[in-house]
């Protein structure tokens, strides 16, 4: 019967996928696997109503409008976290004076990803969701569904919830990233935003192409006879179901075998196709757990042993030199590749030409980065040896490697520039700021199709962007009518950007993003800005003297007046700023520091902004409130010495809601 080979297909599909992708032990060819999926696919399509929600067919195919919060049914809690051995002790020492007896722990690695809560109904996936703020999150179940590490069947029927981590491996890392560049896409930072930007596509036929990964680390069963009385047992029951858990994962008899432990894999991680960066200690008895309980945030019973900032060595094989969008020139050290904080790095930053002289950096020098709280990697110090002194000392350039023209330093500035405006790769950079996600945010334009498009003299400003048709897309090399559409589509669509976007991309001297939002909640619109008198400006919370003059010869200068008035004409017309939803934060100044759990920095700032608030690059006596993530680095050093109030991401929350 028809019934019987679905179902045989849909069982030995699904006991394939879980050999595979979750006890790495291939049990039949790829080409088996397809002629069984091909199989399905027809008899499903011949027969529509035997197709069933945890058929593989289902993992793959819908686009939705947007994802809708969902309140979770158990509470998803963050982690304290050390850095400290001894305070791990301490911690430990609380439940062996209590219990009188050894306690047992479980040490996880700690997977640089995204926590997810899934739900199983009598075996049957339902229900996918991210954390969120812990009690509310988003309902991703459609693009959960797309990674093969997720089992969309039991082999129990069972209702659990269970919680794991989205990740993505590092080589998958590597190869979306090559892709992207020669796309002429961004690349992401690291491989969790990767994970992070793939989870959250609206079209999961994307998802299903970035090669993501699941580890399974808890779950909660619902009317369960006979349920794991540890949490050691909770995991391989889990791998029995069909989830894929670390193997990695060890049972500890004390704290010293976990500390051993996390001093193992400080130094093996880098084997790890994974980025991991710390272990998770938990009390091993589920009975004690309950015992222990939780604070407001996180469970007592239960630690994170975060590893120390990673510093690793390579050798400097060549200075190259950048040049932004100011005609500043910088320099960028070219390294041996090298493995640090999940992905392969082959360049790291030397600030400037004033730090190379510092650092005495020399081309051939063997020399340690660091990657810490930062995504850019830099270089710390030169590992001095005999070698070093016989390198020749290196001589900052005297030209443009772009035009050639001679480079000057300018009064009270650090660094060499190129005052050619005229240069390309100036230009270039220009018009690249332009696009980048910070200023007009104009998806799939990217250096490599700027770089074209320049090539073939279609755009020789910022503005000749809004002058391009279908047609000149269609004149780039690999470009196709859907692509040359996207590109066109979301120049057109960036037209009625916001304000501060729009002041954001001219790139006035000194004037950021957040200097742009402050300009563009003063004055409204554009016209009341560029007639605005330089004592207006300096006296606006945030500008002196300095900025206000550099905002007021922008917007007296004639090339950039012909240029605003070609924008008008071409249909560029920002919007209005918004006004703030409340007053909450009014007066209050935050900085903001570290990696968050559950949204980018520049979405804490803008919920910041829309509450009254405002933010600061640094901290200062003025700051009310540092809200810091993982990796916080010197920022939350300086918090602490001023005094400054430190709001966790949880604690931030719970302050606006």
């Known amino acids: 019967m028809v019934v019987d080979r679905i179902n045989f297909l849909k069982d030995e599909i699904n006991k394939a996928n879980y050999l595979y992708y979750v006890e790495d032990n291939p049990s039949i060819s790829d080409f088996e696997y397809d002629k069984f999926f091909a199989e399905l696919k027809q008899l499903e399509e011949e027969h529509p109503e035997l197709k069933t929600p945890d058929s593989p067919t289902q993992r793959v195919g819908s686009v939705s409008e947007k994802f809708f919060p969902y309140k979770h049914k158990y509470r998803l809690y963050s982690l304290d976290n050390t850095y400290e051995y001894a305070e791990l002790a301490r911690w430990y020492q609380k439940f062996e004076n209590e219990y009188k007896s050894g306690v047992e722990l479980v040490c996880e690695l700690k997977i640089d990803g995204l926590a997810i809560a899934l739900t199983y109904e009598k075996g049957l996936f339902v229900r996918g969701v991210t954390r969120g703020d812990g009690v509310t999150g988003e309902d991703i179940t459609n693009n959960l569904k797309t990674i093969k590490a997720i089992p969309l069947k039991l082999f129990e029927p069972v209702d659990v919830e269970v919680r794991g981590e989205i990740y993505m491996p590092k080589t998958s890392f590597e190869k979306l990233n090559k892709e992207n560049l020669e796309n002429g896409e961004k690349p992401f930072?690291?491989?969790?935003?990767?994970?992070?930007?793939?989870?959250?596509?609206?079209?999961?036929?994307?998802?299903?192409?970035?090669?993501?990964?699941?580890?399974?680390?808890?779950?909660?069963?619902?009317?369960?006879?006979?349920?794991?009385?540890?949490?050691?047992?909770?995991?391989?029951?889990?791998?029995?179901?069909?989830?894929?858990?670390?193997?990695?994962?060890?049972?500890?008899?004390?704290?010293?075998?976990?500390?051993?432990?996390?001093?193992?894999?400080?130094?093996?991680?880098?084997?790890?196709?994974?980025?991991?960066?710390?272990?998770?200690?938990?009390?091993?008895?589920?009975?004690?757990?309950?015992?222990?309980?939780?604070?407001?945030?996180?469970?007592?019973?239960?630690?994170?042993?975060?590893?120390?900032?990673?510093?690793?060595?390579?050798?400097?094989?060549?200075?190259?030199?950048?040049?932004?969008?100011?005609?500043?020139?910088?320099?960028?050290?070219?390294?041996?590749?090298?493995?640090?904080?999940?992905?392969?790095?082959s360049r790291a930053s030397l600030h400037n030409f004033d730090e190379v002289k510092r650092l005495d950096v020399r081309i051939g020098d063997r020399v340690l980065i660091k990657k810490a709280a930062e995504i850019i990697p830099k270089v710390v110090k030169v590992?001095?040896?005999?070698?070093?002194?016989?390198?020749?000392?290196?001589?900052?350039?005297?030209?443009?490697?772009?035009?050639?023209?001679?480079?000057?330093?300018?009064?009270?500035?650090?660094?060499?520039?190129?005052?050619?405006?005229?240069?390309?790769?100036?230009?270039?950079?220009?018009?690249?700021?332009?696009?980048?996600?910070?200023?007009?945010?104009?998806?799939?334009?990217?250096?490599?199709?700027?770089?074209?498009?320049?090539?073939?003299?279609?755009?020789?400003?910022?503005?000749?962007?809004?002058?391009?048709?279908?047609?000149?897309?269609?004149?780039?090399?690999?470009?196709?009518?859907?692509?040359?559409?996207?590109?066109?589509?979301?120049?057109?669509?960036?037209?009625?950007?916001?304000?501060?976007?729009?002041?954001?991309?001219?790139?006035?001297?000194?004037?950021?993003?957040?200097?742009?939002?402050?300009?563009?909640?003063?004055?409204g619109n554009l016209e009341t800005l560029m007639n605005a008198e330089v004592e207006v400006l300096s006296k606006i919370n945030g500008i002196g003297p300095v900025m206000a003059n550099d905002i007021y010869a922008f917007f007296h200068n004639e090339q950039n007046i012909r240029m605003i008035e070609q924008l008008k004409e071409l249909g560029v017309n920002p919007k209005e700023a918004e006004t703030a939803l409340s007053d909450k934060l009014k007066g209050k100044t935050f900085v903001l520091t570290g990696t968050l759990q559950n949204m980018t920095r520049d979405e804490a700032s803008q919920i910041i902004k829309q509450f009254g608030g405002k933010t600061s690059s640094s901290v200062s006596k003025n700051t009310s409130y540092v809200l810091a993530g993982e990796n916080p680095g010197s920022k939350l050093d300086k918090a602490e010495k001023l005094g400054v109030i430190i709001l966790s991401e949880e604690e931030f929350q719970d302050m606006i809601k």
């Open 383 to 523: 590992i001095d040896d005999e070698e070093h002194y016989k390198l020749p000392v290196y001589a900052p350039p005297t030209k443009c490697p772009s035009c050639n023209s001679p480079l000057v330093s300018k009064k009270g500035e650090v660094g060499l520039f190129c005052e050619n405006h005229n240069c390309a790769d100036q230009v270039k950079a220009k018009i690249e700021f332009w696009v980048s996600k910070d200023a007009m945010d104009i998806d799939k334009i990217g250096p490599a199709v700027i770089q074209q498009l320049y090539d073939k003299n279609f755009i020789t400003t910022a503005v000749d962007l809004y002058r391009l048709t279908m047609q000149d897309f269609m004149q780039l090399d690999l470009v196709k009518e859907k692509s040359a559409f996207n590109m066109y589509t979301a120049i057109q669509n960036s037209k009625n950007n916001s304000l501060k976007r729009l002041l954001t991309a001219f790139a006035i001297r000194n004037i950021g993003k957040e200097t742009a939002e402050i300009l563009a909640n003063e004055f």
């Open 189 to 345: 930072a690291n491989p969790r935003n990767a994970a992070a930007g793939s989870i959250r596509q609206l079209d999961s036929t994307i998802t299903a192409k970035r090669d993501l990964s699941m580890f399974t680390y808890t779950a909660i069963f619902e009317n369960l006879e006979n349920a794991p009385k540890t949490h050691y047992d909770s995991l391989m029951y889990l791998k029995k179901l069909g989830f894929r858990v670390n193997p990695n994962v060890e049972l500890c008899k004390d704290v010293q075998c976990a500390v051993e432990y996390c001093k193992k894999w400080e130094n093996k991680r880098q084997d790890l196709d994974y980025a991991t960066d710390g272990v998770v200690i938990k009390v091993n008895n589920l009975a004690f757990q309950a015992d222990i309980g939780f604070t407001s945030r996180a469970p007592k019973w239960a630690t994170a042993f975060k590893f120390p900032p990673e510093e690793v060595t390579t050798v400097l094989k060549d200075i190259e030199v950048s040049l932004g969008k100011s005609g500043a020139v910088t320099p960028v050290a070219v390294l041996e590749p090298v493995q640090l904080g999940g992905s392969t790095v």
